[in-house]
């Protein structure tokens, strides 16, 4: 007989491991055959999604406030005492279902991740898993007490970027200099954690039988539609059909600011003088005015901030113990979403807003598939979902529309968005290739190795039409302050493959909004039950990994930059 789940995630929130053990090990135990098979199926489904609520709760609470020792207790408990040994017990799970040669329409993709997934696990790995989960904790905690002195007054990182956008250029380096120096004062700390996270990780990935852990990542992460190879075409197409662009823009920067040479912190102000643009002053107009835009794209995404907002499920303004960057995770027990982020009043977080509400509709598009398992596609059409409402949502940003902006700082707003799309490829390609070649490199263990190979990458990409003389310790510091090369290795190209396909949801947009709508919304609700190249189409996509295709895109970007600038 099965055993009793409990009735809501609360029952999970101060357990510990022996709590919730026995009720995996009752799936793990109970008879199993084709007669019985859906119960086990939903009954697993039940237990993983109050298990995962409960954690996300934990850690969307630590983020908040990562200097509250409660809160952080709770994250490592849940994230790297019980995370890994849950995870153990789900790959004998899965080897269960793999054995017995289950399958029916909706679940292809899913048994095809349970049979990766299951030939993966080495029980080896659990407690690595389990060091890694403190790591990244510990990075967080790291990160969250980063503070700088400006003008006196106590600020985060992130709270000096509205100076980035300042008239005036000495205030402009200043800032600049002094965000990157709060990094660089870390750098012993951020090697040492890195480091550790290194080793542990082609670790796990020796333990499985790889040979590195990019090799084993790509598995992991149940890449079954392209290639480590096929992210190295990504990075040559970036360089050949993108590049030109990115200097186009660039160009233009330095004309428009009548400067001899653009430097790195005149790459965020407006190129023409005019005002810094000010969306919001307050994270509740944040919060009405997203519902108010959102609601232009599809009167369901109205509801959709609404109700994130009533069930308090969004944290969005900066402040000093916050975790950086931003997010969005599914509460896969209500089937709910939530949205963290660090707002200080600038154009990039309306974007972030965005961003994030497009993942956030993601959960609720899928809430209707009876299984966790079916539900989340994988990180690159999930990146489909957030950069296509970033487009899809740029017509109706002005203000007459219930909006952030008069027209004229519209048309403002899209043109850094549309540019910004463009500026980004060079920085996917950067950094995909920076974690690349520091896990199938033995230099890669090398922390001053690192540093040079960052500032190589860039100049590959980046081009020279911004001046970076005597800035190496100031561009060697862009990548201590990416996220991702710590909390989320190898999550980077997923990116860049989904911004090409959401830059064609957006041109499909451009011909007939409501019918481009639709489709995204089809493909979001079709979940993890079709594949990737399958989801992309649905959306009307295809997947991209070439030059000609990139260029392609990118010529309607510049025709649309064109058409506003006109």
Not at 227 to 255: G, K, M, N, Q, Y
Not at 272 to 290: H, I, M, N, Y
Request: charged fraction near 30%; proline fraction near 5%; charge should be negative.
């Amino acid at each position: 007989m099965a055993v009793r789940l409990p009735e809501s995630p609360d029952a999970f929130s101060e357990a510990v491991w022996d709590d919730i053990r026995p009720y995996y090990e009752e799936l793990v135990e109970r008879p199993l055959d084709r007669g019985n098979v859906e119960e086990w199926l939903s009954d697993w489904s039940q237990l993983d999604s109050l298990l995962s609520e409960a954690s996300a709760l934990a850690s969307f609470a630590y983020t908040c406030d990562t200097a509250d020792p409660e809160r952080e207790a709770a994250q490592l408990r849940l994230g790297s005492e019980i995370g890994p040994k849950a995870h153990h017990q789900r790959s004998l799970l899965q080897r269960r279902l793999v054995d017995l040669d289950y399958v029916r329409p909706g679940l292809e993709t899913m048994v095809q991740r349970f049979a990766n997934q299951s030939e993966i696990f080495r029980e080896a790995n659990v407690p690595l898993f389990a060091q890694l989960s403190k790591l990244v904790t510990e990075w967080s905690k790291v990160n969250g007490a980063l503070t700088v002195d400006w003008n006196g007054d106590e600020k985060t990182p992130a709270q000096l970027l509205p100076y980035l956008e300042s008239a005036d250029r000495l205030e402009r380096e200043r800032a600049f200099k002094l965000r990157a120096q709060a990094y660089l004062l870390k750098r012993d700390v951020l090697v040492r954690l890195f480091d550790r996270m290194y080793d542990l990780r082609q670790e796990v990935a020796h333990n499985a039988g790889f040979a590195n852990y990019r090799d084993f990542a790509h598995r992991e992460k149940n890449r079954f539609d392209y290639t480590p190879d096929d992210c190295l075409r990504f990075h040559a197409a970036v360089e050949e059909s993108v590049l030109p662009a990115v200097e186009r823009i660039l160009e233009r920067r330095r004309r428009d600011m009548r400067l001899d040479r653009l430097r790195p912190w005149d790459t965020a102000v407006d190129p023409k003088g005019r005002p810094q643009l000010r969306p919001f002053a307050t994270a509740d107009e944040l919060v009405s005015r997203s519902a108010a835009v959102l609601g232009h794209v599809d009167i369901d995404f109205r509801g959709y901030v609404n109700a994130m907002a009533d069930a308090a499920l969004l944290d969005l303004e900066n402040r000093k113990a916050k975790a950086p960057g931003g997010y969005s995770s599914s509460l896969n027990f209500r089937r709910m979403p939530l949205i963290f982020m660090n707002a200080v009043g600038i154009d990039d977080d309306v974007r972030t807003m965005l961003h994030e509400a497009g993942h956030a509709f993601h959960t609720f598009e899928t809430s209707h598939l009876a299984l966790l398992f079916q539900r989340h596609p994988g990180a690159e059409m999930a990146e489909v979902a957030s950069m296509s409402m970033e487009l899809l949502s740029a017509p109706f940003i002005a203000a007459k529309d219930g909006g952030y902006y008069t027209e004229d700082e519209a048309r403002r707003s899209r043109t850094e968005l549309l540019e910004g799309i463009i500026l980004f490829f060079p920085h996917c390609a950067s950094v995909d290739a920076m974690q690349q070649w520091m896990y199938t490199n033995p230099e890669g263990r090398d922390p001053d190795a690192r540093d040079q190979r960052w500032l190589e990458l860039r100049r590959r990409f980046e081009g020279d039409r911004v001046d970076w003389s005597g800035l190496d310790q100031e561009r060697i510091a862009r990548w201590y302050q990416q996220p991702h090369f710590f909390g989320y290795p190898f999550y980077y190209i997923e990116y860049g493959i989904a911004q090409l396909g959401a830059l064609q949801v957006w041109r499909n947009s451009r011909r007939d909004h409501k019918d481009a709508v639709r489709r995204y919304r089809s493909a979001l609700a079709l979940g993890a039950t079709r594949r990737l190249p399958e989801l992309f189409a649905a959306a009307g996509a295809r997947l991209i990994f070439d030059a000609a295709g990139m260029r392609e895109l990118v010529e309607s970007v510049e025709e649309e930059l064109a058409r506003l600038e006109a």
